[in-house]
């Protein structure tokens, strides 16, 4: 199992491009979420999914938006880069929706907006 | 979720062991205490879990007083590879979608 994968790991946009980061989890997982991280900060959830067809958003969901339209996969588009958005960004999956067990995170994707 | 309080960091000595203290006072009967680290820039890890009684895995023991507003998460023999920052989370395990990282604990294991 190659677990939580991540593309890209790096990405540099200019402000107002838009881009999507990857997320994909071979373990066949109900639940997956996205965090962002700022230096020396906490993880804050942007957005999560309990399953196919399923997102909600989370603490943080404005300028991001997801989609779940399989089980493995589950992007994060930002439609219109800004400044603030530069940040390192995980992802998560665990395998029951209800919140049972340990949340498995992928290696971060590292963005920096100009 | 209940609100969770730690030392912002801590030294240890390698070959000690480590004691990772958390405090949650306002913790709910039904709200579990999890404990996960991040080493460096890489992503989260989980450590260990509990309720009410205490918990022991191969990476770790988890000590929660008997009222429950606090806990212990002790490494019982740190390594270099242990310097991280330890995140003590509160939560109900039910709730399923919300789990609130705060800033957690800086370890700095020493030579």
């Known amino acids: 199992n190659a677990g939580v994968t991540q593309t890209p790991k790096f990405q540099v946009l200019k402000t107002g491009q838009s881009m999507t980061l990857q997320c994909a989890q071979d373990?066949?997982?109900?639940?997956m979420s996205w965090y962002r991280q700022d230096p020396g900060m906490g993880l804050r959830l942007i957005h999560y999914?309990?399953?196919?067809?399923?997102?909600d958003q989370g603490e943080v969901p404005n300028g991001y938006n997801v989609s779940r339209s399989t089980t493995e996969d589950f992007p994060l588009r930002l439609l219109s880069a800004a400044p603030s958005q530069t940040s390192v960004y995980f992802c998560?999956?665990?395998?029951?929706?209800?919140?049972?067990?340990?949340?498995?995170f992928g290696e971060g994707s590292r963005l920096t907006v100009l | 979720d209940a609100k969770t309080t730690q030392p912002t960091s801590m030294d240890c000595a390698e070959g000690r062991a480590a004691n990772l203290p958390c405090n949650h006072s306002?913790?709910?009967?039904?709200?579990?205490v999890y404990w996960y680290r991040q080493i460096h820039s890489q992503g989260p890890q989980y450590i260990i879990h509990?309720?009410?009684n205490n918990e022991t895995n191969e990476m770790a023991s988890l000590i929660i007083t008997e009222d429950r507003k606090s806990s212990t998460l002790i490494l019982p023999h740190a390594t270099l590879r242990d310097t991280a920052v330890y995140y003590c989370?509160?939560?109900?395990?039910?709730?399923?979608?919300?789990?609130?990282f705060g800033g957690g604990t800086r370890v700095l294991v020493k030579p």
């Open positions: 989370i509160v939560r109900v395990k039910a709730a399923g979608n919300k789990l609130t």
């Open positions: 509990g309720l009410k």
């Open positions: 373990m066949n997982h109900e639940y």
């Open positions: 306002t913790i709910s009967g039904n709200e579990y």
């Open positions: 999914s309990v399953g196919a067809g399923i997102t």
């Open positions: 998560a999956s665990r395998a029951d929706r209800a919140g049972t067990g340990e949340l498995f």
